[in-house]
């Protein structure tokens, strides 16, 4: 270093690298060198020269960092320092020149934004880096009222955009950074904030979005795009996105939507540092804003529409909230330690109830500073008896004024709080808490307590009710007052009674006035004994008089009495669908418990199914499938000696085609089964998804359950599961698809179901005409679900008698004898196509039976591909038969290994036996599947070895033997043979 302090650049750039160095020093030196230098292009190159060493590194190595810091540093030191106000009063008009002559002041700072601007474009992505790493340095160290030639503005404001779309990340981060000062909020067309957009959408790197989300400037254009980051699918990017918002987004600018979902995402956020971030920044930010007033943040969240997220955001509030702090912002509350009835709102009682929840959250910790906040379990019931008992019930008019619906429903929701309050109640002792389950009682039965609120009553009841038996008690107790309430009744007076009473009055009158008048006769005779005994007899008159009076006026007056009346609740014809709908349900529910109600109703849940809204409508349908499901058509039955059955209003074809379908128990009438499933065969056809599919799977789980037995049925479900129509519906494909596969392998039986809506179902397809969307299903695929839903070794249970004919026996005489109705329809070739696919038992009958068919068919059918068929399967046939004629004539035949020995001897044998095994191996391969059950069959006479007998010796017989038993044998021997290796 010279004495001037000054040093070269060479030794700048030198010790710049070393992090301890002052750099604040290199610089004032370097500058006090390049202020007494006349010519300065050579200090210009030079410099240059010396920063390209560091532009070239791509790794963020400190010693290169640290260059990149002082060459920033020393290039914007050029620039004049901010002044202060005083200063800047003063010098007015010297900045005003100043301005007019920026560039021409600072030629270093000019040529060092020039030579990078032109350096941004170059192959190596490490200068790109350093290119845009020093802008940004740059442009962030200029002082904050510092000013750039427009030119030069726009020259790096296009260099920069091009650099943000650049193919290495942190080329792109470092271009998003340096344009953080080029941005114009107020502009709406600003190319920086655009692109920060267009990054924040699209980029695929956290790490770029996380930088733009640094710098982005908040707007109601960038707003939408910043709080979309919340959701962004990486930790660090969402924990950003909510720390800018805390920082840089005042609450009033968000909606009360926006408001709720930041809170509901990231209170529920995956990760913890972002759910810290929610509560450690945001909402303190939020309520600085506020004045720290956390009611009114509550009101600025809707609490009565979002009360769970309030709750949860109180609940973060008060775990970063000292616990002398708690009871020092509580409610203003009463000497009775509550809330005085007029001034409870939605947020206040909100806030009491989360305030308490979370001190009783503490546990033995809390019960102190929870007697502060809450009263006597027996202050609080009373007190919140009168309030649920002030809320008012609204007619259907005053339903339709909207002031007084939103009263009644704000009033509902600080009634739900306050029921949740009771939890926080201490109702150990048995006196408080018989008063709370009193008022709780007394609450439900109440006919104007709101529907809203009875299942946070009875929740509330049930949990102070230990025992389950006194639970079931009370709410039985409960509903009976509902349904059979205590009610006044008067007794009506009897006529004969009340005519019998006025004569005896109108006698005794007359008694006494006749002893009256005698009674002066006496006295003035002056008898005084005998009137005396008058005077006496006229006492007991008028108290005989008096008791008669009495008695007319007691018989007079209406006697009333409390008995118990049942309560009739019209919800099944209520005006309002969503109560016609949960009475429907109540009601199928109720006949699960009861035949007798069941009974009762059936025909009304058959009317409704028809004729109701389809909402209605589908919950009636459930409700008859349950109730066919648990007692079977038999209750049809029980049904009609009261009811009788709605009639159907099925086509008079649909009417044919149910007439099969009603193959149930003998005892059914078939008149009740077949509207019923003439009312489902409609529903099938119905253009309403939800109906259609509700019955597909009734219809099914009735088949299922074999409370019905209908191949008609079951070919409209196979139909209706190919059908173009329902591709959309996916429940009704995944629910038939399961149900064919577990119906056909269920039973025997349901394979004869499935066998017999075979033919129905091809025909169907096969005629259907051009214009119906069945005429696009491909009936092979169907003719193949078919075959394999009735393949005997598909069943899970397979028949213990081997004897008995397999479904595919009848179904190849069926097709052979739909086949031989018409040989020329086009359906022909289909049919034969079946036939080889089938696997066929080993009964001799069937295979003669079925060998003349095809003969026959042989015989007219003219199309060639199905000859081939029919021929092939003959040959099959034929050598089935000579392979059992062989089993039975070598069962009883020892075998010789050398048999093999003297069959070479011959070699036209030989060739015989090839013949013959190339025949053997395509009637393998053609109908292997009727091997199946026999090797099933050799399989399960395998024994475990613990029982068997011991072998009989047998004699060796002689050579000519075994050349006569190879004689007879030797033709099938070789086809045996390949055929045990084939099945293995």
């Known amino acids: 270093m010279t004495a001037d302090n000054e040093i070269d650049i060479k030794e700048a750039f030198q010790r710049a690298q070393k992090g301890h160095n002052n750099k604040a020093k290199l610089v004032a030196s370097l500058k006090s060198r390049y202020n007494k230098l006349e010519d300065k292009t050579l200090f210009h190159e030079e410099f240059v020269h010396y920063l390209k060493y560091a532009m070239i590194v791509y790794k963020r190595e400190p010693v290169v960092e640290n260059v990149i810091e002082f060459a920033a540093r020393f290039a914007t030191s050029f620039q004049s320092p901010p002044k202060t106000n005083e200063e800047g009063e003063q010098q007015e008009e010297e900045e005003e020149e100043e301005d007019e002559d920026a560039e021409d002041d600072h030629p270093f700072l000019s040529f060092i934004f020039n030579f990078l601007l032109e350096s941004h474009k170059a192959s190596s992505h490490a200068v790109r880096f350093r290119v845009c790493q020093l802008i940004n340095k740059l442009l962030g160290s200029m002082a904050e009222n510092a000013q750039i030639d427009d030119d030069l503005f726009d020259r790096i404001h296009q260099a920069m955009l091009v650099r943000v779309t650049d193919k290495f990340p942190n080329v792109r981060i470092q271009a998003a950074l340096a344009m953080t000062r080029l941005q114009e909020p107020q502009d709406p067309d600003c190319p920086t904030i655009n692109a920060y957009m267009l990054i924040l959408e699209n980029d695929t790197n956290a790490e770029v979005r996380r930088a733009v989300l640094s710098c982005i400037a908040m707007s109601p254009r960038t707003l939408p795009k910043v709080l979309k980051r919340t959701r962004d699918i990486k930790e660090n990017v969402r924990k950003l996105a909510y720390q800018v918002l805390a920082d840089k987004v005042h609450i009033k600018a968000l909606s009360i939507a926006q408001r709720v979902s930041l809170l509901q995402q990231g209170l529920h956020d995956a990760s913890e540092a972002v759910r810290e971030v929610v509560c450690a920044r945001l909402l303190p930010a939020w309520l600085v804003r506020l004045d720290g007033n956390i009611i009114e943040l509550l009101h600025r969240l809707d609490v009565e529409n979002c009360a769970e997220t309030a709750l949860e955001t109180l609940k973060a509030i008060f775990k970063n909230t000292p616990t002398e702090e708690l009871l020092q912002n509580r409610l203003e509350l009463d000497k009775r330690k509550l809330i005085p009835e007029d001034s409870l709102t939605c947020e206040n009682v909100l806030y009491w109830r989360a305030l308490c929840e979370f001190i009783r959250g503490k546990g033995d910790d809390g019960d102190e500073m929870l007697e502060q906040v809450l009263p006597d379990a027996a202050t609080y019931a009373n007190y919140f008896c009168g309030y649920?008992?002030?809320?008012?019930?609204?007619?259907?008019?005053?339903?339709?004024?909207?002031?007084?619906?939103?009263?009644?429903?704000?009033?509902?929701?600080?009634?739900?709080?306050?029921?949740?309050?009771?939890?926080?109640?201490?109702?150990?002792?048995?006196?408080?808490?018989?008063?709370?389950?009193?008022?709780?009682?007394?609450?439900?039965?109440?006919?104007?307590?709101?529907?809203?609120?009875?299942?946070?009553?009875?929740?509330?009841?049930?949990?102070?009710?230990p025992d389950d038996h006194r639970r079931i008690q009370t709410v039985a107790e409960i509903i009976s007052d509902v349904r059979e309430p205590i009610m006044e009744t008067s007794q009506p007076v009897d006529e004969n009674e009340s005519r019998r009473q006025q004569v005896q009055l109108a006698e005794v009158k007359v008694c006494i006035l006749e002893a009256k008048q005698t009674l002066e006769d006496c006295i003035a005779a002056q008898e005084f004994n005998r009137a005396a005994e008058l005077k006496d007899s006229i006492t007991d008159l008028e108290n005989r008089r008096n008791q008669i009076l009495q008695e007319i006026a007691e018989s007079n007056q209406t006697t009333d009495k409390e008995a118990h009346i049942e309560k009739i609740l019209p919800s099944i014809a209520s005006t309002h669908p969503a109560v016609r709908n949960m009475a429907v349900v109540c009601l199928g529910t109720c006949a699960l418990h009861s035949k007798e109600l069941a009974k009762t109703h059936m025909v009304l849940l058959l009317q409704i199914a028809q004729l109701d809204e389809v909402k209605i409508r589908i919950s009636a349908l459930r409700a008859i499938i349950d109730l066919l499901l648990l007692f079977g058509f038999q209750l049809l039955s029980e049904t009609a000696a009261t009811h009788t059955a709605p009639p159907?209003?099925?086509?008079?074809?649909?009417?044919?085609?149910?007439?099969?379908?009603?193959?149930?128990?003998?005892?059914?009438?078939?008149?009740?089964?077949?509207?019923?499933?003439?009312?489902?065969?409609?529903?099938?056809?119905?253009?309403?998804?939800?109906?259609?599919?509700?019955?597909?799977?009734?219809?099914?789980?009735?088949?299922?359950?074999?409370?019905?037995?209908?191949?008609?049925?079951?070919?409209?479900?196979?139909?209706?599961?190919?059908n173009p129509g329902t591709e959309d519906d996916t429940r009704l494909r995944h629910c038939l698809g399961v149900f064919f596969q577990l119906y056909a392998r269920e039973s025997r039986a349901h394979q004869d179901v499935v066998e017999e809506s075979f033919l129905p179902t091809v025909r169907t397809l096969m005629n259907a005409p051009a214009t119906s969307p069945l005429a696009e299903v491909d009936v092979n695929n169907v003719v193949e679900l078919f075959v394999e839903l009735t393949r005997t070794s598909a069943l899970i249970k397979p028949s213990p008698n081997t004897e008995e004919m397999c479904v595919h026996d009848y179904l190849a005489v069926r097709i052979c004898g739909e086949m031989l109705k018409d040989p020329t329809a086009p359906e022909v070739r289909l049919y034969a196509k079946t036939l080889s696919n089938l696997e066929l038992s080993r009964d001799e009958t069937v295979r003669e039976d079925l060998q003349t068919l095809l003969q026959q068919l042989v015989q007219v059918v003219k199309d060639r591909v199905c000859l081939r068929a029919l021929e092939k399967m003959i040959s099959q046939l034929a050598d089935s038969k000579e392979q059992a004629e062989l089993l039975s004539a070598t069962a009883l035949q020892p075998l010789d290994v050398n048999a093999d020995e003297a069959a070479t001897d011959d070699p036209s044998k030989s060739a015989k036996r090839a013949k013959r095994s190339n025949a053997g191996q395509r009637k393998v391969c053609t109908a292997k599947g009727s091997r199946k059950p026999s090797r099933r069959a050799e399989s399960s006479e395998e024994s475990d070895g613990e029982n068997v007998p011991e072998s009989v010796p047998m004699v060796r017989p002689s050579r000519r033997a075994k050349t006569a038993a190879l004689e007879k044998t030797k033709l099938d021997l070789n086809p045996l043979i390949n055929q045990e290796a084939n099945v293995s």
């Open 388 to 465: 649920l008992k002030a809320v008012p019930v609204l007619s259907e008019e005053q339903r339709a004024d909207f002031n007084q619906l939103e009263l009644v429903m704000t009033k509902e929701f600080i009634s739900q709080q306050l029921i949740h309050l009771i939890g926080c109640l201490d109702t150990n002792e048995e006196g408080v808490r018989k008063r709370v389950l009193a008022v709780l009682q007394d609450m439900l039965a109440l006919p104007q307590t709101p529907s809203s609120l009875v299942f946070l009553l009875t929740g509330k009841l049930l949990s102070l009710i």
């Open 648 to 722: 159907s209003q099925s086509s008079p074809d649909k009417q044919e085609d149910d007439n099969a379908a009603a193959e149930e128990k003998a005892d059914v009438p078939e008149d009740t089964a077949q509207s019923i499933l003439g009312m489902l065969s409609e529903f099938l056809d119905s253009e309403v998804t939800d109906l259609r599919t509700e019955t597909a799977e009734g219809l099914a789980k009735l088949m299922y359950t074999d409370r019905i037995s209908s191949a008609k049925m079951l070919s409209r479900l196979v139909l209706l599961w190919y």
